[in-house]
């Protein structure tokens, strides 16, 4: 398996550190408000990430961080007179719901809040205060970039620039004007821990160091976020755990680009930003779910209504693939199978062994959706009642195999096929004996359960609507 590391700027063969286990840290929300379509991005990417090295035989340990103390949490708990924690509690509550209807597979999740790390932050920075990369004025703790001699191998900034373009302002208690906070002191009204330094409370970046280092070690193999990321935040993750351990902080970064509206970068400063919540008041978020993933993970992509329509409509294509499926396998029959039929076994294998090149290639989703439909395609052109139910079967595992690495196609059928058939039987019924009230009351109660009818010349077709 191949990935663009953004620390070499070039796809690189992957190699895990232990044969069977995978490392991999997200980093998480800001827990202040609902997640927003940009925020799901990566939490969506790298979740099928973890399928598909789970897929691969890996034990995948996955960590995807709550940030639950920071200005901007301190700002909404001061609006809506609350405490920070009580933010807090209630936006992961509703995180939560959202990551399940974006079928993220959260029982696998280590999720640790920064607040609950408090002991480990403050123990981290006094390693490295010892260590002579940190230095403490009036109770605030900063990190000293002059002593870091590859500080910007990530983002490739040269830090004579980075210099030369900063203005130290407020902070002329900074050594230099592009050290960064590790720990804050107490402001009035603000929630403060007890320090070596006095009250105060932990700086944005130290907290993904800490966790890291605390559930998954020294050294991991993936660390993923959005490209937004990559310079402060993840540049400044590195030049602290490396200086406080040595090692290499992370063997592979991983960056997905971010979604724009109307070619802007969605944020919630922008105030351009739509939440998850409030685009599933309209839509199945497996519809979001197919819009992120029907695109590369490191092109920019636009959002809007007009393309979670067309997003709608491909998961329809495929969800009515499914079931087609399953309908003729409920209907078909078990016999010994001839030539034609080891012949297309071996097609759908071939299916299947694009989908894995496809994914293998810096986990080209967009390409390996595309090998699901013409799967899809050649199961709906070539397999009927008559096919040996051993060849329908196959075909229907796996479909139901790479659309699981996907996460997608995991909503089993409400209403039975049969119930459907015996439902659109009586509804003709009603129609030749003229009981048209009949009629519509069966295709209505139909479409309150998501199944359109459309009358055709070859008869009644059904199909299910997101």
Request: proline share 3%; glycine share 4%.
């Amino acid at each position: 398996m191949k990935l663009y590391n953004t620390l070499t700027r070039k796809k690189e063969e992957f190699n895990p550190i232990n044969k069977d286990k995978v490392t991999m840290y997200v980093c998480g929300p800001t827990v202040y408000n609902y997640i927003h379509v940009g925020n799901a991005r990566p939490l969506i990417i790298f979740d099928v990430m973890r399928r598909h090295l789970k897929s691969k035989g890996y034990n995948v340990e996955y960590l995807v961080n709550f940030t639950d103390i920071d200005d901007k949490m301190i700002t909404k708990a001061k609006e809506e007179n609350k405490t920070v924690k009580e933010i807090a509690d209630t936006f992961i509550e509703e995180y939560y719901q959202d990551a399940k209807n974006l079928h993220l597979l959260e029982g696998e999740t280590i999720h640790p809040r920064a607040t609950e790390n408090i002991v480990e932050i403050i123990e981290f920075i006094k390693e490295l205060e010892e260590k002579g990369y940190a230095y403490s004025v009036n109770g605030d703790v900063y990190f000293d970039i002059s002593k870091v001699k590859n500080y910007g191998k990530l983002s490739n900034k040269n830090i004579e620039q980075l210099e030369s373009g900063a203005r130290i302002g407020v902070n002329e208690e900074k050594r230099n004007p592009i050290d960064f906070t590790l720990w804050k002191s107490k402001k009035e009204g603000e929630p403060a821990w007890e320090s070596p330094w006095g009250e105060g409370r932990p700086g944005w970046h130290i907290e993904c160091s800490v966790m890291a280092r605390k559930y998954l070690g020294d050294t991991i193999d993936i660390h993923a976020g959005g490209h937004d990321l990559e310079f402060p935040h993840h540049e400044n993750e590195i030049a602290q755990s490396e200086s406080l351990t040595s090692k290499p902080f992370a063997n592979y970064w991983l960056h997905n680009a971010m979604i724009n509206v109307e070619d802007i970068k969605m944020s919630k400063s922008k105030a351009n930003f739509f939440t998850v919540r409030g685009v599933s008041k309209e839509y199945d978020l497996e519809v979001v779910r197919y819009f992120i993933l029907s695109s590369h993970y490191r092109s920019p992509i636009n959002f809007s209504r007009d393309i979670l329509n067309q997003s709608k409509n491909g998961l329809e294509r495929l969800y009515n693939g499914k079931n087609h499926l399953k309908y003729i396998l409920d209907n078909s029959k078990e016999k010994n199978l001839q030539e034609k039929d080891n012949n297309t076994i071996d097609d759908i294998k071939e299916f299947k062994v694009k989908f894995i090149q496809s994914m293998e290639d810096d986990l080209n989703t967009a390409d390996a959706l595309s090998k699901i439909f013409e799967l899809i395609k050649y199961s709906n052109t070539n397999l009927n009642a008559d096919t040996p139910k051993e060849v329908i079967k196959f075909t229907y595992d796996i479909l139901m195999e790479l659309s699981n690495i996907m996460g997608l196609l995991y909503k089993g059928e409400e209403i039975l096929e049969e119930e459907i058939l015996n439902l659109i039987q009586k509804r003709i019924d009603a129609r030749n004996n003229k009981d048209y009230a009949l009629a519509d009351e069966i295709r209505d109660s139909l479409k309150e359960k998501g199944i359109i009818l459309e009358d055709t010349k070859e008869g009644t077709k059904w199909k299910k609507q997101m």
